[in-house]
């Protein structure tokens, strides 16, 4: 029997995260968002953080390309922004140019309006499995108290209502 590690792990909790990073082209900045809920903080002497990205991915090339990101956490009231951020790179552009959010005054890399940020510039990075984990020491933080922390659990968004 083969092991279910999708099926299990759909149990586990996790909060929801946009990374933002960039490419600088001949015609301009293009900025690039995706949703991802594999945010780990590492250490926090120095502060480093992870986020493991599909090896084909796209955002993941021009992030170790810049070298620089940012990572928002969402809130119950941007289910919609993950949604349409959790797909291809084509269908996500139009929804990149039309969030709220300015350039980090560290990376550059896009911080939307959301609970908290961070900005990060690359420590390493490992390719794991099917994945590339990359290691980010957090140069900017910001936090703010919104509506309750969005988590993903069994395939699906939910709002965590249980908060302080």
């Known amino acids: 029997m083969p092991l279910d590690l999708r099926g299990v792990m759909r149990n586990f909790a996790t909060g929801v995260c946009v990374a933002t990073t ?12 995706v949703t991802v809920n594999s945010l780990t903080s590492v250490s926090l002497d120095p502060p480093l953080v992870s ?6 991915s796209a955002f993941l090339a021009d992030l170790l390309e810049t070298k620089k990101w940012a990572v928002s956490i969402l809130d119950s009231r941007a289910r919609e ?6 797909r291809d790179r084509v269908t996500r552009a139009p929804v990149v140019g039309a ?15 959301s609970a908290s940020w961070l900005e990060c510039v ?15 020491e957090v140069v900017a933080v910001n936090e703010h108290q919104h509506a309750p922390a969005l988590v993903f659990l069994h395939g699906q968004y939910h709002a965590l209502n249980d908060q302080r």
Do not use: I
Request: aromatic share 6%; net charge negative; hydrophobic share 45%.
């Open 81 to 86: 922004v993950a949604r349409q951020l959790a």
């Open 99 to 113: 969030l709220r959010a300015t350039p980090g005054h560290e990376t550059g890399a896009l911080v939307l309006n």
């Open 122 to 136: 690359l420590w390493d990075s490992f390719d794991v499995g099917d994945h590339t984990l990359v290691v980010g």
């Open 22 to 33: 960039y490419s600088d082209r001949a015609e301009g900045r293009r900025h690039d968002a």
């Open 51 to 56: 986020l493991a990205l599909r090896l084909d």
